[in-house]
């Protein structure tokens, strides 16, 4: 340490404790002076140093922005595979200048048109996409079924292929006839619960009554909060209830249990119109109040406003 170093500190320590106080406030009211008249005198500097700030950070949002990578989905094909299995079907070899043989070979032109012996099955009534599913190389399999007038059902794959953005297709290969899906295993809820005529099957029927025939007004049965609209035009001129079963023990009570009490029930039904009668199954949510069953939610649809379609 240089003499006049040590020299200060060893003077310092031998002032007064208040003296070296008054010395340390000298020493900061000094350097605010000093930085205020660094910024009086460097207005310049300030200057530049504001008006690079906007260009670092536009700098950095630029690089930021080439590393975001936008990428759009690829259409699915499936509408396109199924006119194409639709007009195929529909097509000979030996009359290759129909309509429906045009149609599949502009979609299709390195696929062969099938040449049926005389008396073949008729062509199929309708054509439908069960399912796609894409490959690792960009290309779509999708599966249709073709139905025929006499109830027969024959499945097909058909492979599309598709541009990056997915506005133009092609069929790359002929359809393959293949097995149709097998019945998945579905999770039905637990309506164990046998509900007997009373306040709750009354307002189930009145109410499919109304959202169906349009005889009375639906809000009636809805809880609040509910929004829900009759079928229009209405389908149906009766309905009448078969039979309610409940997810809840609530459901079976001989009286309407306290407010807010909530139960999910399945309702079966017969609907009938001029032509024939039609068994339909509903579920619906009720909510207790006020002595009586209300509406909160008909899960066999999809929801709307407040409450539940």
């Not at 996409?129 to 999708?142: D, F, H």
């Not at 509910?226 to 209405?234: E, G, M």
């Amino acid at each position: 340490m240089p003499p006049d170093t040590h020299t200060r500190e060893s003077e310092a320590a031998a002032l007064p404790a208040g003296v070296r106080l008054e010395a340390m406030r000298r020493r900061v009211h000094l350097s605010r002076l000093a930085v205020w008249a660094l910024i009086a005198a460097g207005p310049a500097a300030l200057c530049v140093a504001v008006t690079s700030t906007p260009t670092t950070v536009a700098a950095a949002a630029s690089e930021k922005s080439t590393n975001v990578r936008v990428s759009s989905a690829a259409a699915d094909p499936r509408g396109y595979a199924q006119l194409f299995l639709g007009a195929w079907l529909r097509s000979t070899a030996d009359a290759a200048t129909t309509a429906q043989a045009r149609l599949a070979q502009s979609m299709a032109p390195d696929v062969e048109l099938p040449d049926p012996a005389s008396g073949a099955p008729s062509v199929p009534t309708g054509v439908t996409a069960v399912r796609s599913a894409q490959r690792e190389n960009g290309g779509w399999s999708v599966t249709l079924a073709a139905q025929y007038g006499d109830g027969a059902v024959r499945y097909y794959t058909v492979p599309v292929v598709t541009d990056q953005s997915g506005t133009s297709f092609t069929v790359t290969g002929a359809p393959a006839v293949v097995a149709g899906p097998s019945r998945a295993t579905v999770h039905t809820p637990d309506f164990g619960v046998t509900v007997p005529e009373g306040d709750l099957s009354s307002a189930v029927g009145e109410f499919l009554t109304a959202y169906l025939t349009g005889a009375g007004e639906v809000d009636r049965y809805l809880a609040p909060g509910v929004t829900l609209s009759a079928v229009s035009p209405a389908p149906y001129t009766a309905v009448s209830v078969q039979q309610i079963s409940a997810a809840d023990e609530a459901a079976a009570s001989e009286h309407v249990p306290a407010d807010g009490t909530t139960v999910r029930v399945q309702a079966a039904v017969d609907a009938e119109d001029s032509a024939a009668r039609w068994p339909l199954a509903y579920e619906l949510t009720l909510k207790a109040r006020s002595g009586r069953w209300e509406i909160a939610a008909l899960e066999s649809g999809t929801s709307q406003g407040g409450g539940a379609r």
